[in-house]
């Protein structure tokens, strides 16, 4: 079976994938960085543990390394890199920094831009001349559209084409994937996903960035102040691009199966959700009233109000647009209508999600009391 060499391996989308290669038998080699207490192959034990609802033991086909992004040979020795990418392989560089406000600027270009070139340095020096690099981008570097995002490269732009550093650092770095498939003939292909969510058949869901950021948010608001009524400054008719993790593996096995490919793909739903669904599920689910409304000054806002305002400000970025991403190129490699996702699906992983918080409160509660 082929070998599949992930770096980031113990992020949200990486190590859902890992999980279903392990299950199907592939060779997996997982690059995760040592930090404080808990070693490369913990932290990849424990992603994996999380999706398996309990302790995951570390499989013959599964095989971990400690690496570091920024330096020469990722500091590993080149008789580990040359085991490691001595057959044909698939490489997906996932590791990224998901910051993305001016204070972390360095941070974010430092992890996603030298961090990407030294991770193709790597691969030129090391890998067969059979192996792919497939670069985990995002639907974002679309940066402030008003048009459709096609799978093509598009020049990189200063920060005022973008919402924040995060877009710009992926388009810049999707900018030196394409020179390096110009000058290197780098074997290349760019997957760019959208707001990945959890699991559409189960509602299983781990992940508390987006939507799920702002639910935390609101639950917690909820939890303190049952019964209130407060505004959010959320575009009611304006969408969301959700995409179910399963639906993302998915189309990562499709994409590792398939021999000639586009060089980009926009791995993002199909459809879009509205806002006020999401805001509409969230009164269902909590005892809140919120009511979303397209501006809403400071001065205006009750004290509740001020506290969501200021937890939103990354997505509330996000909670005025309607962007719209061509798959052309996705679907002539997974087929049609393989990438929808439903309002149902979504009102199911919100349940599950704040159905888990407040289980975590009330254990919290429970101890502190004890």
């Keep these: ?37 808990r070693s490369s192959l913990r932290k990849m ?22 690496y570091s992004l920024n330096h ?55 890998a067969s001349s059979g192996s792919r690099y497939f670069f985990i981008s995002t639907s974002y570097s679309c940066g402030n559209i008003s048009v ?18 995060y877009e710009q650092s992926k388009r810049f770095a999707e900018n030196i994937i394409r020179k390096h498939i110009g000058a290197d003939h780098l074997n290349a292909h760019i997957l760019r996903l959208s707001q990945v969510i959890g699991d559409s058949r189960t509602g299983f869901t781990k992940t508390d960035y987006g939507i799920f950021d ?39 096995f499709k994409i590792i199966e398939t021999v000639n490919l586009p060089v980009i793909m926009n791995v ?8 006020v669904y999401i805001i ?9 009233n919120l009511i979303p409304v397209k ?9 509740l109000e001020r506290i969501i305002s200021m937890g939103m400000s990354f997505t509330g970025s996000y909670t005025n647009t309607r962007l719209i991403f061509d798959n052309t190129n996705l679907e002539q490699v997974i087929g049609r209508g393989n990438n929808e996702v439903s309002e149902d699906m979504v009102f199911r992983m919100l349940k599950y999600f704040v159905n888990e918080l407040s289980e975590k409160k009330l254990q919290l509660q429970t101890t502190n009391k004890a």
């Design 214 to 252: 702002f639910a935390k948010r609101v639950h917690n608001l909820a939890f303190r102040y049952p019964g209130e009524t407060v505004r959010v400054q959320v575009e009611p008719h304006s969408t969301q691009n959700l995409i179910p993790v399963n639906k993302v593996v998915d189309s990562f």
């Design 72 to 126: 020469k040979d990722f500091a590993m020795s080149p008789d580990d890199l040359e085991a490691i990418f001595d057959q044909d392989s698939d490489y997906f560089h996932f590791a990224a920094s998901l910051k993305y406000d001016e204070r972390s600027k360095t941070e974010i270009l430092q992890t996603n831009l030298k961090g990407v070139e030294n991770s193709v340095e790597v691969f030129l020096q090391y």
């Design 148 to 165: 459709p995002f096609m799978e093509e490269f598009y020049d990189n732009d200063d920060i005022s084409g973008f919402r924040n550093y």
């Design 280 to 288: 509409n599920a969230l009164c269902k689910l909590l005892p809140l």
């Design 1 to 37: 079976m082929k070998r599949i060499i992930i770096n980031g391996a113990n992020g949200y989308v990486a190590s859902n994938f890992i999980y279903q290669l392990l299950a199907r038998d592939y060779e997996v080699i997982a690059l995760v960085r040592n930090s404080g207490k």
């Design 45 to 66: 034990q424990d992603a994996l543990s999380e999706i398996n609802e309990s302790e995951y033991p570390i499989p013959k086909n599964l095989t971990v390394y400690n």
């Design 268 to 275: 993002t739903a199909k459809n879009s959700i509205r806002n």
């Design 295 to 303: 501006k809403l000054e400071t001065a205006e806002m009750s004290s």
